[in-house]
Nanobody
Framework: QVQLMESGGGLVQPGGSLRLSCLASGRFFRLFAMGWYRQVPGKQRELVAISYDGGGVHYEDFARGRFGIARDNAKDTVVLQMDNLGPEDTGIYYC???????????WGQGTQVTVSS
Protein backbone atom coordinates (compact mmCIF):
# COMPACT_ATOMS: atom_id res chain seq x y z
CA GLN A 1 0.00 0.00 0.00
CA VAL A 2 1.44 3.34 -1.17
CA GLN A 3 -0.05 6.71 -0.29
CA LEU A 4 0.80 9.98 -2.06
CA MET A 5 0.56 13.55 -0.81
CA GLU A 6 1.06 16.60 -3.06
CA SER A 7 2.07 20.06 -1.91
CA GLY A 8 3.27 23.35 -3.35
CA GLY A 9 0.28 24.55 -5.33
CA GLY A 10 -1.09 28.05 -5.05
CA LEU A 11 -1.61 31.36 -6.80
CA VAL A 12 1.13 32.79 -9.01
CA GLN A 13 1.30 35.65 -11.52
CA PRO A 14 1.93 35.00 -15.23
CA GLY A 15 5.62 34.41 -15.82
CA GLY A 16 6.13 33.15 -12.30
CA SER A 17 7.22 29.77 -10.97
CA LEU A 18 5.95 27.05 -8.66
CA ARG A 19 7.56 23.91 -7.28
CA LEU A 20 5.25 20.97 -6.62
CA SER A 21 6.27 18.08 -4.40
CA CYS A 22 4.84 14.59 -3.97
CA LEU A 23 5.77 12.41 -1.01
CA ALA A 24 5.22 8.64 -1.11
CA SER A 25 4.61 6.82 2.14
CA GLY A 26 4.16 3.15 2.96
CA ARG A 27 6.20 -0.02 2.80
CA PHE A 28 8.05 -0.51 -0.49
CA PHE A 29 11.57 -0.96 -1.78
CA ARG A 30 11.25 1.07 -4.97
CA LEU A 31 8.63 2.62 -7.26
CA PHE A 32 8.84 1.92 -10.99
CA ALA A 33 7.44 5.31 -12.00
CA MET A 34 6.30 8.54 -10.37
CA GLY A 35 4.85 11.44 -12.30
CA TRP A 36 2.31 14.18 -12.75
CA TYR A 37 -0.96 14.65 -14.57
CA ARG A 38 -3.09 17.78 -14.64
CA GLN A 39 -6.73 18.62 -15.28
CA VAL A 40 -7.31 21.99 -16.95
CA PRO A 41 -10.89 23.34 -16.94
CA GLY A 42 -12.77 22.10 -19.98
CA LYS A 43 -10.26 19.35 -20.78
CA GLN A 44 -9.71 15.78 -19.69
CA ARG A 45 -6.86 14.84 -17.41
CA GLU A 46 -3.56 14.90 -19.31
CA LEU A 47 -0.04 13.67 -18.67
CA VAL A 48 2.61 16.25 -17.72
CA ALA A 49 5.81 14.32 -16.98
CA ILE A 50 7.10 10.98 -15.69
CA SER A 51 10.21 10.01 -13.74
CA TYR A 52 11.27 6.35 -13.98
CA ASP A 53 13.27 4.33 -11.52
CA GLY A 54 16.77 4.34 -12.96
CA GLY A 55 16.75 7.94 -14.16
CA GLY A 56 14.62 8.04 -17.30
CA VAL A 57 12.18 10.93 -17.78
CA HIS A 58 9.41 11.83 -20.21
CA TYR A 59 7.79 15.21 -20.90
CA GLU A 60 4.72 16.08 -22.89
CA ASP A 61 5.35 18.75 -25.52
CA PHE A 62 3.71 21.59 -23.60
CA ALA A 63 5.91 20.89 -20.57
CA ARG A 64 9.26 20.30 -22.25
CA GLY A 65 11.67 23.20 -21.62
CA ARG A 66 9.50 24.94 -19.03
CA PHE A 67 8.93 22.15 -16.52
CA GLY A 68 11.49 19.93 -14.83
CA ILE A 69 10.81 16.68 -13.01
CA ALA A 70 13.26 15.21 -10.51
CA ARG A 71 13.32 12.23 -8.17
CA ASP A 72 14.70 12.24 -4.65
CA ASN A 73 14.94 8.54 -3.84
CA ALA A 74 16.29 9.10 -0.34
CA LYS A 75 13.13 11.02 0.57
CA ASP A 76 10.68 9.03 -1.62
CA THR A 77 9.73 12.30 -3.28
CA VAL A 78 9.20 13.53 -6.83
CA VAL A 79 9.19 17.26 -7.59
CA LEU A 80 7.87 19.25 -10.53
CA GLN A 81 9.54 22.62 -11.08
CA MET A 82 7.33 24.84 -13.25
CA ASP A 83 8.73 28.05 -14.76
CA ASN A 84 7.26 30.76 -17.01
CA LEU A 85 3.72 29.81 -16.07
CA GLY A 86 0.74 31.14 -17.99
CA PRO A 87 -3.02 31.16 -17.44
CA GLU A 88 -3.30 28.05 -19.63
CA ASP A 89 -1.42 26.14 -16.91
CA THR A 90 -4.20 26.71 -14.39
CA GLY A 91 -5.68 23.47 -13.12
CA ILE A 92 -5.44 20.67 -10.61
CA TYR A 93 -2.14 18.79 -10.65
CA TYR A 94 -2.14 15.14 -9.59
CA CYS A 95 0.80 13.02 -8.54
CA UNK A 96 0.74 9.32 -9.40
CA UNK A 97 2.90 6.27 -9.04
CA UNK A 98 3.08 2.98 -10.91
CA UNK A 99 4.63 0.83 -8.16
CA UNK A 100 5.68 -1.93 -10.57
CA UNK A 101 5.61 -2.17 -14.35
CA UNK A 102 2.02 -2.73 -15.46
CA UNK A 103 0.55 -2.31 -11.98
CA UNK A 104 -2.54 -0.24 -11.24
CA UNK A 105 -1.69 3.42 -10.76
CA UNK A 106 -2.08 5.07 -7.37
CA TRP A 107 -3.12 8.73 -7.28
CA GLY A 108 -2.70 11.63 -4.91
CA GLN A 109 -5.55 13.96 -4.04
CA GLY A 110 -4.34 16.82 -6.24
CA THR A 111 -3.11 20.35 -5.65
CA GLN A 112 -4.58 23.50 -7.22
CA VAL A 113 -2.40 25.72 -9.41
CA THR A 114 -3.82 29.11 -10.38
CA VAL A 115 -1.98 31.50 -12.72
CA SER A 116 -3.59 34.92 -12.72
CA SER A 117 -2.76 38.62 -12.47
Amino acid sequence: QVQLMESGGGLVQPGGSLRLSCLASGRFFRLFAMGWYRQVPGKQRELVAISYDGGGVHYEDFARGRFGIARDNAKDTVVLQMDNLGPEDTGIYYCYTEPKFGATRIWGQGTQVTVSS
